[in-house]
Antibody
Framework: QVQLQESGPGLVKPSETLSLTCAVSGYSISSGYLWGWFRQPPGKGLEWIGSLYHSGNTYYNPSLRSRVTVSVDTSKNQFSLTLSSVTAADTAVYYC???????????WGRGTLVTVSS | EIVLTQSPGTLSLSPGERATLSCRASQSVTSSSLAWYQQTPGQAPRLLIYGASSRATGIPDRFSGSGSGTDFTLTISRLEPEDFAVYYCQQYSSSPQTFGQGTKVEIK
């Protein structure tokens, strides 16, 4: 059974960098699929942030591209998200997920709430 | 960017009734590149439908998807208590992939 688990600080100060990691179990990232990040502000809908293949090829939402980096560590079977210069608008539940190259996501982590506040 | 508009915003129905949810795209979604997800409070989204009409693994056959181009529909033939949730459509026809704002199916 494929499982994903997000981890990272739940509170980040404005203008600082948000960093999250997604640990994958039950499947090797090196075997394929796209691995990505999504977020959902409280009470709102879903937004795609960015994704990558195990090879390191990355794809980002243009609205966040200048602030986002997604990277992979195949030796630890995990991938990471960094989002720089955060503001209160970046407060959200952040999810990691496995996606088919076509685009739909079949396995999701449980999500982690990140609050941006001083 | 393709904007997805879901309607209605809220659907109030009783268990056993049929639910019809709509997702309209601002431009054509090619190759039926549309998925539907179910989300219950505090939980991650759950994939229901991909390719507009293909059910994901383990999804009951009371869930069905249809449509093409700019108009798509998710139908729940007979609502079970566990089906009361928020449903999102997602297009992956063009980047960035985008989601609709959601339809809440609530108990009447």
């Amino acid at each position: 059974q494929v499982q994903l688990q997000e981890s990272g600080p739940g509170l980040v100060k404005p203008s600082e960098t948000l960093s999250l990691t997604c640990a994958v179990s039950g499947y090797s990232i090196s075997s394929g699929y796209l691995w990505g990040w999504f977020r959902q502000p409280p009470g709102k809908g879903l937004e795609w942030i960015g994704s990558l293949y195990h090879s390191g090829n990355t794809y980002y939402n243009p609205s966040l591209r200048s602030r986002v980096t997604v990277s992979v560590d195949t030796s630890k079977n995990q991938f990471s998200l960094t989002l720089s210069s955060v503001t209160a608008a970046d407060t959200a539940v952040y999810y990691c997920a496995r996606s088919y190259s076509s685009g739909w996501a079949d396995y999701w982590g449980r999500g982690t709430l990140v609050t941006v506040s001083s | 960017e393709i904007v997805l508009t879901q309607s209605p915003g809220t659907l109030s129905l009783s268990p056993g009734e049929r639910a019809t949810l709509s997702c309209r795209a601002s431009q054509s979604v090619t190759s039926s590149s549309l998925a539907w997800y179910q989300q219950t409070p505090g939980q991650a989204p759950r994939l229901l439908i991909y390719g507009a009409s293909s059910r994901a693994t383990g999804i009951p056959d009371r869930f069905s998807g249809s449509g093409s181009g700019t108009d798509f529909t998710l139908t729940i033939s007979r609502l079970e208590p566990e089906d009361f949730a928020v449903y999102y459509c997602q297009q992956y026809s063009s980047s960035p992939q985008t989601f609709g704002q959601g339809t809440k199916v609530e108990i009447k």
